[in-house]
């Protein structure tokens, strides 16, 4: 993994990409215990956006490399990196305020706890609201916090739901 998020790192220096962070399950791992997961979701934004973006450029940088292509993804030293334009409010939040970490001594930047609930739950799969039963119980996250992401993301009637139907079930 320190490899992969040095080239990531190198991405950046190279002006192909501004501001990443890890998220999804990977993300979640640095809150919860290890989940299985197939790919490494990095978030990323982008200095300016042209009005069609493309990730080509992200993908020939990293094959020129040797990196292959694997699917949506890059297999970037063993670990299939899926590269996910941060456009929306709530991503774009997400990666902003991604708390710093070092990685056997290279720097990576990570979603907190409370924008990763906060996307799970607007992504609304089987498996995120797993996750989020599981953040809940492992109760990493800062709830005041993450009521306001929900709030400003207007994700509160979610929530509701969310709680009635894995938290409080009758």
Not at 15 to 28: E, F, K, S, V, Y
Not at 36 to 56: A, G, M, Q, R
Not at 132 to 145: P, S
Request: hydrophobic letters at 45%.
């Amino acid at each position: 993994m320190k490899n992969t998020l040095a080239e990531i790192n190198e991405l950046r220096t190279a002006g192909l990409i501004g501001r990443w962070a890890i998220g999804g399950a990977m993300g979640a791992t640095f809150y919860l215990e290890p989940i299985s997961t197939y790919d490494l979701d990095i978030f990323v934004l982008f200095e300016s956006s042209p009005l069609i973006l493309t990730l080509t450029p992200v993908y020939d940088f990293l094959q020129a490399r040797g990196h292959a292509p694997d699917g949506d993804a890059v297999m970037v030293h063993g670990w299939p990196v899926q590269f996910l334009p941060s456009e929306s409010p709530l991503l774009r939040e997400a990666v902003e305020s991604a708390r710093e970490v070092d990685f056997e001594g290279v720097p990576a930047w990570v979603m907190r706890a409370e924008h990763l609930m906060a996307i799970a739950l607007q992504t609304a799969r089987g498996k995120d609201f797993a996750r989020l039963v599981t953040f809940m119980e492992a109760r990493v996250a800062d709830e005041l916090k993450l009521r306001d992401i929900l709030l400003r993301h207007g994700l509160n009637a979610a929530w509701c739901r969310f709680e009635q139907n894995y938290l409080n079930p009758s």
